[in-house]
């Protein structure tokens, strides 16, 4: 790549100005004629001219608007467009005003409306006269004015060039341009002079300028539990709270100590891991009118907890993941890492263009690539020019050209060492259901007969002198009819060109229900493929080569023999409006062109090989100023519960500014010089004022008045646990909780009414959800649960755990009733009160009630009751004992099969199926209350409630 200097943003002479909403033209008192350069001209140019004056043999209502004459002359209408010193008679005024009855809305468009500045500077213009001065003047105008109106108006940045000379000299506002920025290099050496962690000074600085004052520092047992889920995302144990409260060295150092702990813990993998799922839309599905399971893409979802827990360098990180098998195919890790490209729902169906599916691929790469690595939102490139960002079209179509030979594979790749391979023993089950399926086709192929075809043959009147004169001949040569099927015969006939209409249909002998029966098995054992994917040695991966023509993929792809000889290697262009079918101008692999720096060997190949590690190499560099802003915000984000800069995906106009914009560049800095170590990240985070201090602060009023978004870092937010955090934290105060790391996907067990719903998919019904056979299956960490796109869990849904679908950039912690049924009235939450009641009193059962009730409290709250709450807790022990006395409680009878009713596409008959639920079969349920005495139920329904309190569901 050739070298340029960084920033490329440079004042240039432009021939037209584009001048933003932010104009006071009012108070500027500008004379008439340098007012219409100024404020009037442009917008026509921008908003009025592509319709009314560019192509003067499309005029759209006969008006032209590129001449004083022609505006004065009109349209169709006759009348002329602008009346000078009457506005309110004028046409265009009353257009663009979009108020009038009788003059329709101009531009047609709402979203191409004109400001409300844009709209007055045009009547203060038709007030003063409606004066357009000639081209010479406005060059003369332009000239004078120059130099004062570029200070006004922002600065223009280099790019490689819009599709119109308007984009590519447009100018922007400085303050939406700070992404694009050299970082911040503490030039007056503040941070070099000062004793603090330099998160505390220049947060401090900030409080000072407002002349707010900080809270005080979190006490030690607050302090523990709000580090313990940031960086683990679970309760810390009674033990460890002892631990550091007894700790006799000084607060920062014994709080350092658990901080160090925290970090060396397996658990801390899976906590970082999921935020980083999040952003990338993991699922264990494809999602789309399918949804076929990715049966291997757990094996990406552990290389990131691997990743995190291994404190992987950042830059390594990043370019695993975007071209992983490029640095080293025989690398297993490399070619799981990849399996990131292919986190985005995908599809190809026989009903779709292929190429429209391959464009959404590349499409959908292009863009999470922006928005995971780079903070941009570069979808919106991909019909036009960035409408708000120095995003030239070309750069979009430019940075897919790296993807545009990469190809979607299941990738043979040996199970490693260090992955969990445990429990693959469920693919009998699997196996069982296949079996089914074949049964049900074995069934079905016996009606289709010979005799059946006979049938056809009388019943439609039809000649079948062609097919008993095959079927003799096949019988004289394998000697007897029964070693005839009549596929056999079909086969033959079609193969002697007999008319197709005396050939008897594929399903000759079926029933009406019996095509819907026989569908429903095909599909059964198509998705099937995708599900036994899992315990075989396959990466949801990539490859670099030509692109295969296939019509659909409906099972797992695997590595063609030939992949630079076999299919058609792709072209890369600009594509008019995003249509794959409307290629415009060619573009090679390239970056962001408003982002480059000096030294950079990056170099852009239109080889089949190594254009996305080209790409990688770029976006991991030091000198590109997005990267590590980007991964610090995020880190920052997961430790205070909002970023530095409000919208991690989006560092570009429409995204929040940085409240703090030093704070940020100097940890992108210190994140890079200590080798991009995420741990290292935390450390400097954790070990600041600003991180322990207390969420309440001593004078509210004025908390409130200076701070009243609480952007300042004066106190620490509260934040509600996360969906995962609330299921692993329950199962872990429970006893329940399997700590294993890694491996196949777990099922929890779910609502029944949403888990066997009838889900339709293509052509079929979906699997229904059936949880893993064994409690210890069950109760692994929510990471681990089964993500199928189609098929969302409620409990986790209503505690906002996201979508795969979209990038989330930050969870949302809503408030809403469903949340109350959730924790009090759910089945899986009573189970875990349950669990805990019962081992509780099988672990003491000899001391008193006021001991038990203590005993709850450590294990849900980490502390001991206070009076108040221990009498509480005794006495709704004490009434639900009662209560429960009173009740008959049933067992939960599990279903081991499910029937469907369904349509038949083809017929139109309705028809009903079965399906076995295999894991359900051999279930072994969690403990009942049936299993227990009338005083356990009670006690759990204590339990209930501390697992209901904000003291147990809010970190603060």
């Known amino acids: 790549m050739q070298s340029s200097q960084f920033p490329r943003i440079v004042l240039i002479a432009i021939a037209v100005v584009y001048f933003g909403e932010a104009i006071s033209f009012a108070a500027e008192e500008l004379p008439a004629d340098v007012h219409f350069v100024r404020h009037v001209f442009p917008t026509l140019q921008t908003k009025c001219f592509t319709c009314h004056g560019d192509d003067e043999g499309e005029l759209r209502g006969e008006l032209n608007l590129k001449t004083q004459v022609d505006l004065l002359k009109g349209g169709e209408s006759g009348d002329p467009s602008v009346v000078a010193g009457k506005p309110d008679d004028s046409l265009l005024y009353l257009a663009v005003t979009r108020n009038s009855d009788d003059v329709g809305a101009m531009p047609p468009k709402e979203n191409d409306a004109l400001t409300k500045q844009q709209v007055a500077a045009i009547k203060v213009w038709i007030e003063r006269g409606a004066v357009w001065p000639s081209e010479k003047r406005i060059v003369e105008i332009r000239e004078e004015y120059q130099s004062q109106w570029d200070a006004e108006d922002g600065i223009p940045i280099q790019t ?39 998160i505390d000074v220049l947060i401090n600085n900030r409080l000072t300028e407002i002349g707010l004052s900080a809270s005080q520092r979190a006490d030690r047992r607050t302090l523990i539990r709000r580090a313990t889920y940031d960086l683990i995302g679970l309760p810390p144990t009674i033990q460890e709270i002892e631990n550091f409260l007894n700790d006799p060295a000084e607060d920062s150092v014994a709080f350092q100590t658990v901080v160090e702990r925290l970090l060396k813990s397996p658990h801390y993998g899976e906590r970082w891991g999921q935020h980083w799922l999040d952003v990338v839309r993991y699922a264990d599905s494809s999602g789309f009118a399918n949804d076929y399971e990715r049966g291997n893409a757990w094996r990406y979802r552990d290389y990131v907890v691997r990743s995190f827990n291994e404190d992987k360098p950042y830059d390594q990180f990043v370019r695993e993941q975007i071209a992983g098998d490029e640095i080293d195919p025989t690398n297993p890790e490399n070619l799981i890492a990849v399996g990131f490209l292919r986190m985005g ?76 391979v445990s429990g693959f023993d469920e693919r009998e089950l699997l196996l069982a259901r296949r079996k089914h399926y074949l049964a049900m086709l074995n069934d079905l192929d016996k009606k289709k007969t010979i005799q059946a075809a006979r049938d056809w043959y009388r019943d439609e009147e039809k000649d079948s002198s062609h097919f008993e004169a095959i079927f003799n001949k096949l019988v004289e040569k394998k000697g007897g009819e029964e070693k005839v099927n009549v596929g056999e015969v079909r086969t033959a006939m079609q193969k002697a060109k007999v008319d197709p209409s005396l050939i008897p249909p594929r399903h000759v002998g079926f029933q009406p229900v019996d095509f819907g029966k026989e569908r429903v098995a095909r599909k059964g054992l198509e998705r099937l493929l995708w599900r036994l994917d899992r315990y075989d040695p396959y990466a949801l991966s990539v490859y670099n080569g030509k692109t295969l023509q296939r019509k659909s993929v409906n099972a797992p792809v695997r590595m063609p023999k030939d992949p630079r000889g076999q299919g058609e290697l792709e072209e890369s262009f600009i594509l008019t409006g995003g249509d794959p079918f409307s290629p415009s101008l060619p573009v090679t692999p390239g970056i962001l062109s408003a982002v480059s720096f000096t030294d950079s060997n990056v170099s852009r190949t239109e080889s089949i090989y190594d254009r996305r590690l080209d790409l990688a190499d770029w976006i991991a560099s030091k000198e590109n100023p997005l990267t590590a802003r980007v991964m610090v915000n995020r880190i920052w984000q997961g430790h205070f519960g909002q970023g530095i800069a409000g919208n991690p995906n989006n560092f570009g106009t429409t995204g929040k500014k940085p409240t703090h914009p030093k704070l940020l560049d100097h940890l992108a800095r210190e994140f890079m010089d200590s080798g991009w170590s995420v741990k290292q990240m935390h450390r400097k985070i954790m070990s600041s004022d600003a991180y322990c201090r207390s969420s309440n602060h001593s004078d509210a009023q004025q908390l409130n008045a200076l701070d009243p978004l609480r952007e300042t870092y004066a106190v620490f937010l509260p934040r509600r646990l996360e969906a995962e955090e609330i299921r692993d934290s329950m199962l872990v105060v429970s006893g329940e909780l399997n700590p294993e790391i890694g491996g196949i996907p777990s099922r929890p067990e779910m609502n029944l009414e949403a888990a066997l719903q009838p889900r339709q998919v293509m052509g079929t019904f979906a699997e229904g959800w059936q949880p893993s056979v064994l409690p210890q299956q069950r109760h692994r960490r929510s990471i681990y649960s089964l993500k199928i796109r189609g098929l969302g869990d409620p ?62 409290y450590q294990r849900t709250l980490g502390r001991d009751p206070v009076d108040l709450e221990l009498n509480a807790c005794l006495s709704h022990w004490q009434q639900m004992t009662k209560r429960h006395q009173t009740l008959e409680i049933e067992r939960i009878e599990y279903p081991t099969e499910v029937e469907r009713e369904a349509v038949e596409e083809n017929t139109g008959e309705k028809f009903r199926f079965t399906k076995p639920l295999e894991f359900y079969q051999n279930f072994v349920p969690d403990l009942h209350a049936a299993d227990v005495d009338v005083r356990t139920r009670a006690l759990a329904e204590v339990c209930l409630v501390l697992l209901n309190s904000n003291e147990f569901l809010y970190v603060y």
Request: aromatic share 10%; glycine share 4%.
């Open 160 to 198: 490689s060039g819009g599709l119109s000379a308007d984009w590519t000299n447009r100018r922007y506002e400085t303050e939406n341009l700070w992404a694009y920025q050299p970082l911040w290099a503490d030039p007056d050496g503040i941070l070099k002079a000062a004793q603090a962690n330099s």
């Open 795 to 856: 409990f986790m849904e209503v505690f906002n755990s996201p979508g795969s679908d979209l990038s989330c950039e930050k969870r949302e912690a809503s408030t809403v009733t469903p949340q109350v049924f959730a924790l009090l009235n759910n089945e899986q939450t009573y189970a875990r009160g349950l669990a805990m009641a019962n081992s509780t009193l099988k672990k003491s059962p000899q001391v008193s009630d006021s001991e038990i009730i203590q005993a709850i």
């Open 345 to 420: 729902p995908w599809e190809l169906t026989g009903m779709e263009v292929p190429k429209v599916a391959r464009q959404r691929f590349l499409d959908d790469v292009t863009d999470i690539v922006g928005q995971t690595f780079l903070g941009h939102m570069l979808q919106c490139a991909r019909c036009h020019d960035h409408k708000f960002d120095p995003v030239p079209t070309r750069d979009y179509y430019s940075i897919q050209a790296a993807f545009a030979t990469t190809q979607l594979v299941e990738r043979h790749v040996d199970f490693m060492k260090d992955e969990n």
